[in-house]
Each structure stands twice: as C-alpha cells, then as structure tokens.
DNA sequence: TTTATTACAGAACACCTTGTATGGTATTAT
DNA sequence: ATAATACCATACAAGGTGTTCTGTAATAAA
C-alpha cells in the first residue's frame, strides 16, 4: 500500500480515535475528523465511504490485533509478549498495556458502540474456549447460552475494571472474573 | 395535561419506537417521525428540544413502568398482574408479554443502545437485591463488582432470550440465569 | 532519469437535516 | 363567550454530507 494512503488512514483513524474519546460518535462530523487529521474533505472519502464505515474498519483494525495476539496467531510485538498463557488474562494484560486506545473506547461515552464490536469478535475466542473446556454433557445450560454469557461476563468486568480506573492488577481481575463464573483456577 | 399534548407526545413515541426497531437510530430523521407520527414540525420541537432527549424520555417511560412493578410500586396494571414473587422472574414475566416494546427494542439494531439504559436502572434494583440476600463477609469479589455483573447477565439473559424468538418459558431463562450464576432456587 | 500513475489539497457544489420563527386555526379550560 | 394554548403549514438560516472538479506532488515502473 503507497506510503501516503497509510499516513491518511493512519491521521483519520488517530484523529477520530481522540474524537471519540472526548464525545458521543453522533456529535463528531466529518468536518471536525479531517480537520483534525489534517487531511482534504475529498481524501476522506477516497478512503472511507461513510462514518459508520470509518468506525467498523476501525474497530477491525483495533481488535483483529488484539485477539490475534490472544490466540497465539504469530504477529508483529511477539518478541516482547509475554503475557501469560490464559486466553482472558493474557487479554487483560495486552488492555492494561493499552496498546492500541481499546479500554479507552470501551470506557468513552461510546462504550455500548465498542462494546458491541467488542463481543461480537470475542464471542468466537469464548465459544472455541467452552469446547475446550468442558464436555457438553456437563452444562446444565445450553451452550450457546453458556457462550454468551461468559463473553458479556468478560466485557463487563473489563468495563467495571476502566471504571475502577485500574486500581487493580490484571490478575485480580481474573481472579473475581473466575470467581463470579464458578470457574476454578489453572485452566487455560 | 392537555389531551392534545398526550396525543402528540404518545403519538411521537409510538412513530419512534416503530422506526427504531427498524433502523439504528442515527439513520432515523426528525422528518421521518413527524411524518410518521403526523405532526407538524415546529410540535415536535414544542415537545423535545432533540433527538437525543426524545429517546431519553422514551427509555424512561418504559423502563420506569417494568421496573416500578418489578419492585411492587403500585402503578396501573397492578390489578392484572399475577406475575411470580422472584424480581427476575416477575421481569422475564413482564418482558415476554412485551406490554411496551422493551424485548423489540432491546433486540434491535439499537440494542446497545436501550442496553445501557436499561442496565443504568436495573442496577439499583439488583443492588438491593443483593444486599438483601447475603452477607457481606461471604463476596469473594467487591460487591460493585458482583452488581455490575449480575446486571449484565441478566441483560445478556434477555437479548440471548430474544434472539431465540423466545422459544423458551420465563422459567427456563430464569433457570439458566441461576445456574451460570451458581444461585441456587428459592430465593427472591 | 524519465514517464505514467496515483493520492492529495482546495474549492465549489447540490442536497439534506436541523432547529427556529411566523401567522393563522382549532381545541381546551375558565 | 373568552382567553389561553396547542396545533399546522410554511418559510428560513445555519450547518453537515457526499460529489466533482482542477492543479500539484509523491510514488512506482521503465
């Protein structure tokens, strides 16, 4: 890809990412974006048809990463992960980080937008992890329903966390997340 | 109030709440309500200065009327209410004969959206309710914590419960709610 | 290095949406 | 009957959207 197309796409996305970080998304226009990021009105929609299309390529781009990285899929900052081996805590660590702006987002005035996203990624990290997990004679609910429920359990929590403005370690987190599930320690 | 005021008002709820189930609310114009719901537009403006206040009115209406029956408030619908003792259960109750429009717009494409609301009223009703039902010394997790999750499930219980058309009985929700929750029965 | 391609800025634009203001009419309460 | 007020229709300015144009600079290919 050019060098030039990159650099916009790179401005729009941090600019809208501050954006969204200080107002609700139906209050940020096009205008204050471009402005923003420095860029033409024009070039704005040579890269992106509408808003709405801006915030899903942004949130693929933001979370594609992330859950790559949770499930071991070789990527860029391999060489200085070493979070632990647990899907959800070394999850809750690459969010402490804070890598990319995603517990910012998930804590923004826009949280239910990325929270949605959020989950809808995740819910397959969770399903493949229940299947792993447990045989299916054992859950007394269906496992669908299972899934969901962990999933919105783990955004929840992470949400409760950014609230808490992280007072607390990524392992405590994971410790009530267990806790609250009935999940004993130990599994991966 | 004037009738003419509760007719309007009414009538621009229902032409909101019609088109909110069927399009994400920042695609719907004032022009489309008031065409909808067939009023002028300088009346719509006479009622709700935006948008955003409309929909924060709307969310109250409804969700102050299930929540004050859940908590046993007198309110009108008293007389032919038989609903269950339990607060969920008497919920799920009240949601499946989706009397407002709740359950259609907690599954629309809006659905974060009333999810937030919904949660920001449901918690102060699970807040009592779990400080009626255990002492503090036995949380393994901070009481915020366990709040703010038990709220999320139950709203992730609703949403998966519609998804499924709601194939399942209120009982059935209710007991799946318990069990991830590891709660045993009984209780209110 | 030269050439062709492509992305860009800037400006102008038609269109739509918002929120307000006007004057006249019908409904309501007194 | 009368005063108050909620209503409609229309018009309007301000601002946002998405497109189109021209000229220029960066890039890739020869």
Redesign the pocket.
């Known amino acids: ?9 790179e ?1 729009i996305f941090r600019a809208f990412t501050e954006l969204l970080s200080q107002k609700p998304e139906n209050r ?7 402005a923003s ?11 992106f ?4 299309f801006l915030l899903k390529e942004l949130c693929e781009e933001l979370f594609c990463h992330i859950f790559d990285s949770a499930e071991g899929v070789p990527h860029q900052h391999i060489f200085h992960c070493d979070a632990p081996d647990s899907v959800f805590l070394h999850l809750l660590y690459h969010l402490k980080n804070n890598d990319n702006q995603i517990l910012t987002l998930l804590t923004s005035q826009n949280s239910e937008l990325f929270a949605k996203y959020f989950k809808s990624e995740f819910i397959h990290l969770v399903e493949r992890w229940v299947l792993s997990r447990k045989r299916e004679k054992e859950w007394r609910v269906p496992k669908e329903f299972l899934v969901h429920h962990i999933t919105s359990s783990f955004v929840a929590a992470v949400q409760w966390w950014s609230e808490q403005k992280m007072k607390q370690s990524p392992e405590e987190i994971y410790a009530y997340f267990l806790n609250v599930l009935g999940i004993e320690e130990g599994s991966r």
């Open positions: 890809m050019d060098r030039r197309q990159r650099k916009t796409r401005a940020i226009t096009v205008g204050e974006i471009i990021a420095d860029v033409g009105r024009a070039t704005f929609y040579a890269h048809p509408t808003k709405d």
